[in-house]
Nanobody, 120 residues
Framework: QVKLVESGGGLVQAGESLRLSCVAS????????MAWYRQAPGKQRDLVAA???????SYPDVMKGRFAISRDSAKNTIYLQINSLEPEDTAVYLC??????????????WGQGTQVTVSS
């Protein structure tokens, strides 16, 4: 069982930046994919950024530009840098890890999330 703990959210003004952190309970290089999602009230959960175990990064087209995912393997931590925050970025940001090597098949792990609120 992989535990993920997010931090770094808060209340910020439009135009500011935040860096979110997600600490994993095991070596992140052993996890096939780590990603950030966000979910606003009443809306679906959307992928923000993903990184595979080799360090390859991908962003959905709508997320390109202001978001940057990175990792520190020594700290078992991934980060999400969000620049030029907009009120529309207000959401719970969740860390996700995928393990394809589990004998039971693809296994997803989720953190509790960290709230980001952007005031105009």
């Amino acid at each position: 069982q992989v535990k993920l703990v997010e931090s770094g959210g808060g209340l910020v003004q439009a135009g500011e930046s935040l860096r979110l952190s997600c600490v994993a309970s095991e070596t992140i290089s052993s996890l096939d994919i780590m990603a950030w999602y966000r979910q606003a009230p009443g809306k679906q959960r959307d992928l923000v950024a993903a990184m595979d175990s080799h360090g390859s990064i991908s962003y959905p087209d709508v997320m390109k530009g202001r978001f940057a995912i990175s990792r520190d393997s020594a700290k078992n931590t991934i980060y999400l840098q969000i620049n030029s925050l907009e009120p529309e970025d207000t959401a719970v940001y969740l860390c996700n890890a995928i393990d394809y090597k589990n004998p039971a098949g693809r296994t997803d792990y989720w953190g509790q999330g960290t709230q980001v609120t952007v005031s105009s």
